[in-house]
């Protein structure tokens, strides 16, 4: 490729980005103004994204106001999950916009209409199960969560440390199943550290709800 060409590039690249970046700033202030706090959960597709938000609404029911964006490529299926626990959510598929695999800020904003936002505390935006492009994106997003299953493995954070480098917690998901495998729960927490020194680290299970309380503590500080 020639210097003209990856120049050309790198500028087109940019742009989309500042693009992005200042639609995100949009989003934080239509946040502000309704009162919401915005969690981004991040995640490889099967790492419990839908199954964490599951459990923690049932557990928020009647304290905390909850809606959730959900992403996907295709299909609705973990909007009429979430439908399931009663609370506002709108699905989002990339796919009739070329199959992204994340979400952009431009994207949630438009879907941001169909939420009453006035009426929510707290809104759970699931994201594209990557863990690569969604950290590159600002959403306009509070905070920012990975869910990391026992089953992907511990090197999983330094292959993709952007991630885990963007995130404000880590979540260990599906910890039912590690009497079932070989997996080495301290090289994961060295991985993680490795990549960010002082992150926060939660290992749970949303099927039988062990360590749900300390999720739940740290969703009411973050509101």
Not at 100 to 124: K, N, S, Y
Request: hydrophobic content about 45%; some cysteine; overall charge neutral.
């Amino acid at each position: 490729m020639s210097r003209e060409k990856r120049s050309s590039r790198i500028e087109i690249v940019s742009q989309v980005m500042q693009a992005n970046d200042r639609l995100a700033e949009e989003n934080r202030r239509l946040f502000a103004q309704t009162g919401v706090r915005v969690i981004d959960v991040m995640g490889s597709p099967g790492a419990g994204k839908t199954a964490l938000l599951e459990a923690s609404i049932r557990r928020l029911k009647g304290k905390k106001r909850v809606g959730v964006l959900a992403a996907d490529i295709a299909t609705t299926r973990d909007a009429e999950r979430i439908a399931a626990t009663g609370v506002p959510v709108v699905q989002i598929t990339t796919e009739s916009f070329g199959g992204a695999c994340h979400l952009e800020a431009g994207t949630v904003r438009q879907a941001l209409d169909r939420l009453p936002l006035g009426e929510l505390d707290l809104l759970f935006i699931e994201n594209v199960g990557n863990l690569v492009c969604p950290a590159e994106f600002d959403i306009g997003q509070h905070q920012r969560v990975v869910v990391l299953s026992v089953t992907e493995g511990e090197d999983k954070p330094l292959k993709y440390p952007l991630a885990f480098r963007e995130a404000n917690l880590v979540v260990v998901s599906k910890m039912d199943l590690l009497p079932h495998l070989e997996f080495d729960l301290d090289a994961l927490y060295r991985n993680i550290r490795q990549i960010k020194p002082e992150q926060k680290i939660f290992k749970l299970s949303a099927k039988t709800g062990e360590g749900l309380s300390d999720w739940l503590d740290w969703l009411k500080a973050a509101l």
